[in-house]
């Protein structure tokens, strides 16, 4: 059995990828794709961790204003690569509380549906679509099978949500798997999320606020079924998005199940 929450101390949203099945019964590689929040925090022990896995390589899907506020801590093994989806970030993860504050405590709905409209954009918007090709150009690279490829953004699950959710279906796991995948953020991150919750019922936030602050941390399955909705109305199919947006041929789609399955 694959533990697929890391053990990291100072940093949630480490996730293993290795393990999942495929529709045809093969299985990904363990030690070859993790998905996680961002690295600023991370202790000298959680390094050590991620040195044990050999990361290769260390792909930074945030937008520059997040870099420059938590640069990484990049594993001694890694190359680090800037691979920025959003030119600014849409997702919210650097507005500051006050500013949150002010667009949602009288807004409970308000984060459910920020977040509704960043997953439209994470699949349609021209930026994010060069950007998760160059997310794949990366990984097609990394053939050696003592290596990790480490992802992330912010908080783990938009963003790299979404390059999971894409790389995933590449490697051919079945779409209930996929958004299990997908869902694990809220048990991963529950703690980080708990604690922000309980720092704004400390300081009598409104409900509205709360809720609101909630959705824009947590995921949801109506914000996948926006990305799915958009693709399926302007590209048919996941696959189809595939190799017509994101440009993986079926060479590219071969190479990547070589790389990354058992």
Not at 26 to 31: E, G, I, M, N, V
Not at 39 to 49: M, N, R, T, V, W
Not at 198 to 207: I, N
């Amino acid at each position: 059995m694959v533990s697929r929450i890391l053990p990291i101390e100072n940093g949630h949203n480490f996730r293993e990828l290795g393990g999942y099945q495929t529709l045809d019964g093969k299985t990904l590689k363990t030690k070859r794709l993790l998905r996680t929040a961002n690295l600023a925090d991370l202790s000298p022990k959680d390094l050590a961790l991620l040195n044990s896995y050999n990361v290769s390589v260390d792909i930074d899907l945030r937008s520059k204003d997040e870099r420059q506020q938590a640069p990484d801590k990049v594993p001694v093994s890694a190359k680090y690569k800037s691979v920025p989806i959003f030119k600014e970030d849409q997702t919210e993860s650097t507005t500051t509380e006050a500013e949150l504050y002010q667009r949602y405590t009288n807004n409970p709905l308000g984060g459910q549906m920020q977040m509704q409209k960043v997953y439209q954009e994470l699949v349609q918007d021209e930026h994010s679509i060069k950007m998760y090709r160059q997310f794949f150009e990366i990984l097609l690279q990394q053939s050696a099978d003592n290596q990790a490829t480490l992802f992330h953004c912010t908080g783990g699950k938009d963003r790299t949500g979404m390059a999971a959710y894409y790389l995933l279906n590449a490697l051919n796991v079945p779409e209930p798997v996929i958004r299990q995948d997908y869902l694990l953020t809220n048990t991963a991150s529950q703690q980080h999320i708990a604690q922000r919750m309980s720092r704004l019922a400390a300081k009598h936030a409104s409900s509205g606020f709360i809720k609101s602050t909630h959705a824009l941390m947590s995921v949801q399955s109506a914000y996948l079924d926006t990305a799915t909705t958009t693709i399926k109305q302007n590209w048919g199919s996941t696959q189809n998005y595939l190799q017509t947006a994101l440009k993986l041929s079926k060479s590219d789609i071969n190479q990547l199940r070589a790389t990354y399955l058992n």
